[in-house]
């Protein structure tokens, strides 16, 4: 306890004995880390924000729909247009014409620049920092943007893959009911066979009702329906039941081709905004005072160590002399 008492009053003195070195030397750091703060070495950016939760869009796998939002937004091909609609290379200064990496380094200045998160409340934060408000605005903006046209696009190519299913499908149904219409129209034709079991309880009863009448008048006919029935009534009617199941598959797969038609076909958004993208009136980088303070600080502390092992370095000496 009395070394640590000893130690910290070895500090104090020191302090005051290098007080206008420590001063003098948090003054250059103040005036140092002012100057090069300053927007003369360090242009000012602003930020430019917006919240947006997802809307209208189909599910690909188990990722809920703002992961698969934020798969879609940070996708290679957004990023490019992006670059691409606002020219960031002439914004960011790279020399296009002499410089064999200027995507890659325009692609770095783009992702140090633009941040794209998923946030604890399953919305998605899209936060861009440029020189120019304006332009930190309208990036974000048209990252919205093309968000909207890739999800489009995309549900559009799975919507169209499920229209062309459905429409080869009811081509092949189609041609199945017509054949199975075809050959009922035959049978129809050439044996009478309207409805199987309606003309079947008919053609019995009047059958019976003339033989019991004790009259052979009608009963040609009765037995010519009868035969027909018992040869292609079997026929008929399982053309008939299948002829209806066709139909019914047929109307399911007309339902999935308009639903697919319109999908790839509509103009939906698949995104709601909660906070817009808006341009700042201040800038959010450099934080000029945390710069200050940060250098300040550092120095201090980096000149009382240099100052502490330089007198401790003197008093070993002066104790060896001695």
């Known amino acids: 306890m009395n070394n640590t008492f000893f ?6 003195e020191l302090i005051k004995r290098r007080r206008k070195h420590l001063l003098l030397v948090a003054g250059i750091a103040f005036l140092a880390s002012a100057i090069f703060s300053s927007s003369y070495f360090m242009k000012p950016k602003y930020k430019s924000f917006a919240l947006i939760y997802p809307s209208n869009l189909i599910a690909y796998s188990n990722e809920s729909p703002t992961e ?3 798969q879609i937004a940070q996708s290679s091909d957004i990023r490019n247009k992006v670059i691409q609609s606002f020219d960031l290379f002439r914004h960011y200064g790279i020399d296009t014409a002499n410089n064999p990496h200027f995507m890659t380094d325009a692609i770095a200045q783009f992702e140090e620049n633009v941040t794209i998160k998923k946030t604890e409340y399953e919305s ?3 936060t861009a920092f440029d020189t120019d408000p304006k332009v930190a605005s309208e990036i974000v903006d048209s990252i919205i943007h093309f968000f909207n046209l890739k999800a489009r696009k995309l549900q559009a190519e799975k919507s169209l893959e499920v229209m062309i299913i459905c429409r080869n499908q009811m081509e092949r149904k189609k041609q199945e009911m017509d054949s199975m219409e075809f050959h009922l129209r035959n049978l129809r034709m050439e044996y009478g066979i309207l409805d199987y079991k309606t003309q079947s309880e008919r053609a019995f009863e009047g059958y019976f009702r003339i033989l019991a ?5 009608g009963i040609n006919e009765a037995e010519k329906m009868m035969l027909a029935l018992r040869e292609k009534g079997g026929e008929f009617n399982e053309l008939t039941e ?5 139909r019914g598959n047929y109307n399911d797969l007309k ?6 038609y319109r999908d790839v076909y509509k103009q939906l958004t698949y995104t709601n905004v909660v906070t ?5 009136d201040k800038k959010a980088w450099p934080i000029r005072w945390l710069i200050v303070l940060i250098t300040v600080s550092s ?3 980096l000149a009382f160590i240099c100052f502490l092992i330089i007198d401790s370095q003197k008093n070993t000496a002066s104790a060896d002399i001695d």
């Open 213 to 217: 009448s004790g009259s052979s008048r």
């Open 276 to 280: 817009e993208p808006q341009p700042s």
């Open 7 to 12: 130690n910290s009053l070895e500090l104090i």
């Open 124 to 126: 998605m934060e899209i």
């Open 242 to 246: 299948h002829l209806w199941r066709v």
């Open 299 to 301: 120095s201090l502390l």
């Open 68 to 70: 698969q939002m934020l």
């Open 255 to 260: 339902i999935s081709f308009d639903n697919a």
